[in-house]
């Protein structure tokens, strides 16, 4: 059965999903959803995620929404298949739930927020906030630190496994480093760059980049 | 007998009160330790070596120490699967996806907008820090879009994410019990038929109501 995934192949929200899905090798069509031409507001859409936002995804009669809730479902599903992504034990598994919380709650905002005012106003036509824009980079600069200490006494986010909590930061990270330039809050991290060598260089995750144009 | 697992932080804290409430609907015994987090303690390193960003909850057992409040509970509920409310992160992986995928509405939809009206209308006059007009009514206007989000899904099912309470939304607890009780914004959830209705619902479970004296205990 292949998994249906609305949205594009360049939302940094799909991406988390089909990262995941590649690395347990699940097949996927991805179902172009026009964002530009606002159809993810259209009541046909909203029918599957009534937020008005992607991705969503159909597989059989499973409808479900919000990108981190369905890389838990599929990582849990394929648990034996392809890498584990999820931990083993109880408490690992606490460890990649609580690194997998932390990027939605201390780290995407942030990013979100720069690329926002950095690329997609200005892609626009319209100012960004560069204030708003400036206090977001400090705050990453803070946040960052946490993760270089972290990941100074492990490999990964949530101990010596690529886990889903890992997986979450790939297609921030990269709107970060390409389109907005600001690399080097990654390279100026020893430890943060080398994970996040690691992690970019995974085969799933170039095999997404192709797909993406990137 | 199970040691108590140690909370950190005080109740009146929306995330600290979000792990109090998962624990009573689990009969797991805690003792909360208090964090002074107006004389900064939140942000010593005593602390931070347990919170490293300096928030709180942390939450400690004799297996693991965490944060994230919401990692917490769901932590809670897996360790504590057999025991008070079983069905509270649900029994099945379908149903356990549509408790993930209210859980993330709650986190990425619902919460920034509350919170930061929680934080305007309720502990702003409180910390006599000047009210942001613009923030309240931009925050407002999100947050009523997502209720008509929830009053549409709320006339299909009893719950958020089917028709059993859950953790998806005992989430909304915190934010929703300030909202309605310390603020005059309750009308955002009375006004809404099956918002209100869920509202009375969550709101007047046993656990939640214990949790509630503790806040108003702390804060004499």
Redo the contacts between chains.
Sequence with gaps: MVVKVYGTVRSACVQRVLACLLEKEVDFDVVHVDLEAGEQKRPEFLVLQ??GQVPAIEDGY?K??????II??YA??YADHGPNLLGSS??E???V??W???E???FN?LVYTLVLQLVILPRMGKPGDLALAHSCEQKLET?LD?YE??LSKSSYLAGETFSLADLSHLPGIRYLMNEAKMGNLVTERKNVNAWWEDISNRPAWKKLMQLAGH | MATPVNVYGPAMSTAVSRVLACLLEKNVDFQLISVNMAKGEHKKPEYLKIQ??GQVPAFEDE??S???S??IC??IC??YADQGNKGLYGTN??A???I??W???E???FS?PSSALVFQLAFAPRMKIKQDQVAIKQNEEKLSK?LD?YE??LGETQFLAGDEFSLADLSHLPNAQYLVNATDRGELFTSRENVGRWWDEISSRDSWKKVVGMQQQKSA
């Excluded at chain 1, 479900?64 to 809730?69: K, P, T, V």
């Design positions: 009534p937020f499973l479900l929404y919000e990108s981190r809730a838990k479902y849990a599903k109880l408490e598994r606490a460890l739930d609580q997998l919380e932390v939605a709650h201390n905002d946040v946490v200490q972290r | 490293p960003f297996d693991i965490l944060f994230e919401r990692s769901r932590y897996e360790k992986p379908l356990k996806a549509s993930d995928q859980l993330e509405a986190g990425q939809s920034p997502v989000v549409k899904r």
